[in-house]
């Protein structure tokens, strides 16, 4: 397995612009994380899917932020009308199933560095 | 309201010494702990975890240490190698939500030969 992938690598937008980005789990996980990280602090939880269904977002999340993971694999994170302090690291992670082993680890992928103008 | 903080932002020592990371939570809630490494330009990396219901787990050169009664957890490593220079980030869950995690701002370990 190649692990997590994330696309692009790196983003840089005018403010108030769209952005997407994409990321793939493994393969046989079906849990799927992102969490945005910004400098000198650790991964901040930003919403959480089982399979397909969205099953927790952040306070943090606000109404500009969308995530979907239509089919219960890949899964893509858009950012409307992007502002200054959008610029950070968006991580996504993946997870076995619960009750596998590992079923607490997560599995993160490179990241995906978000840089507003 | 930090759930999870790792009060040491960065830690130096010598190579073949022991390197000790803390770190200390609120939550009560939390029971089961993890650390994370990460290296620059790279995603964290799943390193060792603990379940509440032990007090050590050791996998290697690498042992966890919890003591749930402060709430505070460790991560001994011994001897230390340069490669193991990294941010090292603790991480908690609660059981109900199997996976996702709170983390810590993280300590950088230097590791000097």
């Known amino acids: 397995d190649t692990g997590v992938s994330q696309n692009p690598r790196h983003k840089i937008t005018k403010r108030g612009q769209n952005v997407t980005f994409r990321c793939d789990p493994i393969?046989?996980?079906?849990?799927l994380y992102w969490y945005r990280q910004t400098l000198g602090q650790g991964p901040e939880f930003l919403t959480y899917?089982?399979?397909?269904?969205?099953?927790?977002k952040s306070r943090l999340l606000s109404d500009r932020f969308s995530a979907e993971r239509p089919k219960g694999s890949f899964s893509t994170l858009e950012i409307q009308r992007t502002e200054q302090g959008d610029s950070a690291m968006y991580l996504c992670a993946s997870s076995p199933p619960v009750g596998r082993e590992g079923s607490y680890e997560q599995y993160f992928g490179p990241g995906t560095r978000l840089t507003v103008t | 309201d930090q759930q999870v903080k790792q009060n040491s932002p960065s830690l130096s020592v010598q190579e073949g010494r022991i390197s000790i990371l803390n770190c200390d939570y609120t939550?009560?809630?939390?029971?089961?702990f993890l650390w994370y490494k990460k290296y620059p330009a790279e995603g964290p990396t799943f390193l060792i975890s603990?379940?509440?219901?032990?007090d050590k787990n050791e996998d290697g050169r690498f042992t966890v240490f919890l003591n749930k009664s402060a709430k505070h957890l460790s991560l001994h490593i011994v001897p230390s190698q340069p490669g193991d220079s990294a941010v090292y980030f603790c991480?908690?869950?609660?059981?109900?939500?199997?996976?996702?995690?709170?983390f810590g701002d993280g300590t950088t370990l230097t590791v000097k030969p």
């Open positions: 899917f089982q399979n397909e269904a969205q099953l927790e």
């Open positions: 393969s046989e996980h079906n849990r």
């Open positions: 603990i379940s509440s219901i032990k």
């Open positions: 939550n009560s809630m939390f029971d089961y």
């Open positions: 991480a908690a869950s609660e059981d109900t939500n199997a996976g996702k995690s709170t």
